[in-house]
Structures are given as structure tokens and as C-alpha cells.
């Protein structure tokens, strides 16, 4: 996994826990920018 995007989910858990709030699930796809969605399924 990128370094970035443990750093984002690093961030995210931090703000849930200061929040109060429950992480569930977590979904990520790598290697996927979200930028452009063109071509997915």
C-alpha cells in the first residue's frame, strides 16, 4: 500500500476515534486515482 494512503487512513481513524465514532468497514483501491473513472466496472 501506497504511503500515502496510510497516512489518509491513519488521519481518518484518528478523527473517527476524537469523533466518537465507529469504523465498520473499510474499502480502498489501490492504484485506482479518483480523478477519472472512465473505464471502470
Known sequence: MAIVLMHRRT???KYAEFQ???I???YSDEGHSGKNIKGRQ
Open 20 to 22: 466518537d465514532m465507529k
Open 11 to 13: 488521519k481518518l481513524r
Open 24 to 26: 465498520v468497514e473499510e
